[in-house]
Nanobody, 121 residues
Framework: QLQASGGGLVQAGGSLRLSCAIS????????MAWYRQAPGKTRDLVAA???????SYAGSVKGRFTISRDSANYTLYLQMNSLQPEDTAVYYC?????????????????WGQGTLVTVSS
């Protein structure tokens, strides 16, 4: 079962690193991303990386969050710095075979169980 981990409670300005591991066979053919969903809101793309290593970020996290892949351990990471209360949400990882960043969707591919990030002011 795919599981995101690394969430928790942190004060504003703090940092967390999320991780999500999957099998090599899926990892090697997938575009990967982190989405988040705050209470009462839609699940939105936070950051994505394609098989070639190109990445894309939502404007609200650009410069604060970094998405990365570990090809040796088939793990996706999201380093989150300078966290703000508005970053509070459940964060989900997704691996979407044969997709590009532009064609990733909220319903395609493999999704992890979310991990809750709570940022206090």
């Amino acid at each position: 079962q795919l599981q995101a981990s690394g969430g928790g409670l942190v004060q504003a300005g703090g940092s967390l690193r999320l991780s999500c591991a999957i099998s090599e066979s899926i990892f090697s053919i997938s575009a990967m991303a982190w989405y988040r969903q705050a209470p009462g809101k839609t699940r939105d793309l936070v950051a994505a990386v394609d098989r070639g290593g190109s990445s894309s970020y939502a404007g609200s996290v650009k410069g604060r969050f970094t998405i990365s892949r570990d090809s040796a351990n088939y793990t996706l990471y999201l380093q989150m710095n300078s966290l703000q209360p508005e970053d509070t949400a459940v964060y989900y990882c997704t691996f979407q075979p044969f997709r590009t960043i532009a064609t990733m969707t909220r319903s395609n591919g493999y999704w992890g169980q979310g991990t809750l990030v709570t940022v206090s002011s």
